[in-house]
């Protein structure tokens, strides 16, 4: 019996376009919605608003479009400059000393780069060999873990909001990126439903807030170190 090939639509295209600029280029929000948005409005208010009809809206609206992606390609290496920095600051403070963590809320306190070595740790308490990947470009995983013949990718995120199905779809780039066994998504929080949805579809494993609660409750505590 053949399937119907399923019509592709605006929305999709959108989606898939939203999902290479986050996974591929690594933008967060801001820039992808930004370079999506002048993608459409920047050859209309050029083409309306200039060379044909003369649309003062128009005009305004290539003015104010331009001024934004100005102001984002700023954000972009300011962005860039400060997690490079912060990851060097982070790495010389463990060098000289450990945190430790006991609890969930100690999770939460941590920042997003803390947390991707504490997971690195908590996989090593499980008996794994454990390593985080490159800052940039880490192909869909912050964290890989061996064991065996067993290879895991783990996609790490550290969040105070639930987390939608684009963490799902960067867990299972991750597990395709490293020809990984299994690939997990380890985060200090929840997922909305439609990433459970999505998760159990594509075969991902997820470690949440109440799985790293009781990790710690039945464990000892597990202290951050550096190590290359």
């Known amino acids: 019996m053949k399937h119907k090939k399923k019509d592709i639509t605006f929305d999709d295209v959108l989606e898939r376009a939203y999902y290479f600029l986050k996974d591929k280029l690594r933008f967060d929000d801001i820039q992808s919605i930004t370079f999506l948005a002048s993608v459409f409005l920047v050859p209309f208010s050029l083409f309306f608003g200039f060379f ?47 945190i430790e963590v006991k ?5 939460d ?54 987390l939608t199905a684009f963490a799902v779809y960067q867990t299972r780039e991750g597990k395709i990126s490293y020809k ?15 990433a459970k949805i999505s998760a159990n579809r594509d075969d991902i494993e997820v ?6 609660s009781l990790f710690l409750r039945k464990n000892s505590s597990i202290a951050i170190t550096y190590k290359k």
Do not use: C, M
């Open 52 to 98: 044909y009809t003369q649309i003062e809206t128009f005009q305004a609206s290539f003015y104010i479009t331009v001024g934004v992606d100005f102001a984002v390609v700023i954000y972009s290496v300011v962005k860039f400059k400060y997690f490079k920095n912060k990851r060097i600051d982070f790495i010389e403070k463990l060098e000289k000393k450990s």
């Open 180 to 194: 990984a066994d299994k690939a997990i998504l380890v985060t200090n929080s929840e997922l909305t439903n439609k």
């Open 109 to 162: 306190e941590l920042d997003p780069i803390e947390f991707e070595f504490f997971v690195r740790e908590l996989f090593i308490k499980k008996g794994y060999k454990s390593w985080t990947t490159k800052r940039s470009n880490d192909n869909g995983a912050d964290v890989l873990a061996e064991k065996g013949d067993e290879l895991i990718a783990i996609q790490v995120k550290h969040s105070s909001k639930s």
């Open 207 to 212: 470690f949440d807030r109440s799985d790293i």
């Open 103 to 107: 609890s969930i809320e100690n999770i």
